[in-house]
């Protein structure tokens, strides 16, 4: 692959092409004058004073994305946007417009002629012509200017494809909307496409470790077992279904009992799985006892209260690991995911305005709120913002004035993430009701 000098070492090689050309087809003298090939804007190519000499011109006047290597080597990073698996290249088509420049007669046609010869008798940029153009021999060292002696580590000569090059038909409508933009005067000129560049960063990257053998090996043949192929439409490999927080609740608390429903959840070593990429959790939970006969499709982990400086409010993955009989390491299932809400623990509480009617209090909390988060408490149907945060941060202190008089739900929102405010542990057809979650304002 190639890096980013890519783009101007293909320029570079094209204009070191028409060079080479113009040269040993003698053109300067069939002209009677000398010819030189640029790679400038048209509307730069002609001098202020308004006299041109004989000149070709190569102008990149447009980057397109190669459509047939655009999804080569994707994704280029996990689920977490952090491990970089791969380095998936850039592909590029490069086109191009030339045009050519005299003020003789006939001159720009026969310059025409040339370079349009010249580059349908190269369709192909070889690794040679490019090792030949960026790196000319002899070594011309430091008389080259810095951003050609830049060129010879684009590595375009070793890249996978090589760069091919095709003459595009342009209508009059396109190269009078070219021209018009390019706010310059028009000249003969034709089209080509370069393709493909593909440039890829070289940065580390994940390497697998290579396959040693597809499954178990049978010890009277000496060959491993390969693919197994089981009929059924449910796969025989540990599987999550749901995760049911405790008391039909949407969101989990610290403190609760989550269970994890799937199928072939038993084996020995079961493990709860539990991550957060914001907050680089990834922890860990040893799971309870199997529950007797249903240890196949229930996994139980406690989120305890010492998890409350670890495991911050958000949105977790949660999977589940075990050794199951018969296999040689641990599986872990497919992730799902599960809502941290925040607890009020200090509710219902009393409070006693002062004599202006200003009701102070302090709600304590779990878990603990993490730099960044924002905590807002909904009163009743009104929002405040915390006056100070306790330390360590399970508490926050409020201020409300002219606080009416009476009993208030309360919710705590962290993130977007409210505390649970309603009793459904109740299966219908009961009627819901609120959580005894209330601040008393006297």
Request: glycine share 8%; hydrophobic share 45%.
């Amino acid at each position: 692959m190639s890096t980013a000098l890519a783009i101007a070492g293909v320029t570079a090689v094209l204009r070191d092409l028409l060079n080479d050309g113009l040269i040993n087809h003698n053109v300067s003298g069939t002209l009677g004058s000398s010819v030189t090939v640029s790679v400038l804007a048209p509307d730069r190519v002609v001098p202020a004073s308004g006299s041109e000499a004989s000149q070709i011109n190569l102008f990149l006047y447009l980057v397109t994305a190669n459509p047939g290597w655009r999804n080569e080597g994707l994704p280029s990073r996990d689920v977490s946007g952090r491990l970089r698996l791969a380095n998936a290249p850039l592909a590029l088509d490069l086109h191009y417009l030339l045009s050519v420049y005299s003020g003789g007669d006939l001159h720009a046609e026969i310059l025409l002629g040339y370079a349009m010869q010249l580059l349908h008798e190269m369709p192909v940029l070889t690794r040679d012509a490019i090792r030949t153009a960026l790196s000319p021999s002899p070594d011309v060292g430091t008389a080259l200017p810095p951003a050609l002696r830049a060129l010879v580590d684009s590595g375009l000569e070793d890249q996978v494809e090589l760069v091919k090059l095709t003459p595009q038909y342009l209508s009059t409508e396109e190269v009078s909307k070219l021209w018009t933009a390019m706010q310059s005067h028009f000249r003969p000129t034709a089209a080509y496409t370069a393709s493909v560049v593909l440039i890829q960063a070289r940065r580390p990257a994940r390497s697998p470790l290579p396959v040693l053998s597809r499954g178990p090996v049978d010890p009277a043949t000496h060959r491993d077992r390969g693919i197994a192929v089981t009929p059924g439409l449910t796969p025989p490999v540990p599987m999550l279904t749901a995760v049911v927080p405790p008391a039909r609740q949407p969101v989990a608390r610290i403190g609760d009992t989550v269970d994890l429903q799937g199928h072939d959840l038993d084996g020995s070593g079961r493990e709860a799985l539990l991550s957060n990429d914001r907050f680089g959790v990834d922890l860990a939970l040893a799971a309870l006892a199997p529950p007797g006969a249903g240890a196949a499709v229930l996994l139980r982990f406690t989120l305890s209260p010492a998890l409350v400086a670890t495991l911050p409010v958000g949105v977790y993955r949660v999977g589940a690991r075990m050794l199951r009989t018969g296999d040689p390491a641990p599986r872990e299932t497919n992730r799902l995911g599960m809502t941290l809400a925040p607890q009020m623990t200090n509710l219902p509480l009393a409070v006693a305005r002062n004599g202006a009617g200003t009701a102070s209090f302090t709600v304590e909390f779990t878990p603990a709120l993490r730099a960044g988060q924002e905590a807002v408490l909904v009163l009743g149907g009104n929002e405040y913002r915390p006056r100070a945060i306790g330390s360590p941060p399970t508490s926050l202190s409020f201020e409300i004035p002219n606080a009416p008089a009476d009993a208030l739900l309360a919710r705590l929102r962290i993130d977007g993430i409210e505390s649970p405010i309603i009793d459904l542990s109740q299966a219908p057809p009961a009627t819901p009701t609120f959580l005894d979650q209330r601040v008393v304002i006297t």
